[in-house]
């Protein structure tokens, strides 16, 4: 399959780059937005302190119920089976959202055909509009995604921005590039969303951030605040974020040019399998005179539809033997991306 990766903002017509429109929004599963440590609150306190009043003592287990499912609207299915164990009326308040991860399986299945049933939208939107409706945020991004991708953009809005204000990460990322997309973008409430998300740990977030804000260039605060954001979902993880951050040491965009760093967050994105980073790649190992390696990384860069790539790799086959370009398409063929999100 091919695998194309043009992320870097065409500001300028002399750029060799290429805009990327928008990605596709994804499903919540990826992104948990909390992560929930199993803590005895009811517990009493060490010896060592003064007993609590009464008042105190009874401060979690005593928390209104609409706040406690607030609390668990984004846990996934482990987190909430730990906060459920906190104390009874926890494990009361929370019923709903264990209703919900039901229903939200449920869903998934028949979204994706696993599980022993088949691929029905139709069942899939049904379970994650039950799910939403006892407050889970996970399903209520489901379900905007599947309205999103209906073009009901305005049903999809209003799931998006529920779960967003539930503080669900994935929700306010897919609610800022949804804003880009509607007609006409609404750049002040994508913006809004996109920095909670970043704020909340979402590389995602963080790219589409660091993207908008390079695109829209201009003052060079801009394009040191898109680098931060480059720089922080690349070491989140984030392979496209990886290859425009290794453009920006190498272009001196926002920061100060360093060749060294450059090549470095390129080869992370070429081990991760980004092809254009595993075509940049391979011409600097060509140019290093590591024939084999930059043999290797331009076939790959070949097979994910790189067609400049292609023709470098010919001239490379043609200096080598048969038993070097044996072995680099061998390598080739065992290779396998490093994990990334």
Known sequence: MKNHHQTWPCISSSSPFTSLPLPKLTASESSPAYSFRSVRLCSRPPPSKPPPSPSLETNFSSLPYDVLTKIGASFDQ?????????????????????????????????????????????????????????????????????????????????????????????AQCNLGISYLQVEPPNTEQALKWLYKASKGGNVRAQYQLALFLHRDGGSRSNIREAVKWYMKAAEGGYVRAMYNTSLCYSLGEGMARNHQIARKWMKRAADRGHSKAQFEHGLALYSDGDMIKALVYLELASRAGEKGAARVKNVIVHRLSAASQNHAMHLANSWRALPSN
């Open 78 to 170: 482990p987190n909430l089976q730990s906060a459920s164990l906190v104390c009874r009326s926890w494990c009361e308040a929370l019923r709903p959202l264990r209703e919900a991860m039901v229903m939200l399986m449920w869903g998934k299945r028949f979204k994706h055909g696993k599980g022993g049933v088949c691929r029905n939208m139709e069942k899939a939107l049904d379970m994650f509009t039950k799910a939403a409706a006892r407050g889970s945020a996970l399903a209520m991004v489901d379900a905007g995604l599947i309205y999103w991708e209906t073009g009901q953009k305005v049903k999809a809005l209003d799931f998006y921005l529920m779960a967003a204000h539930l503080g669900n990460p994935s």
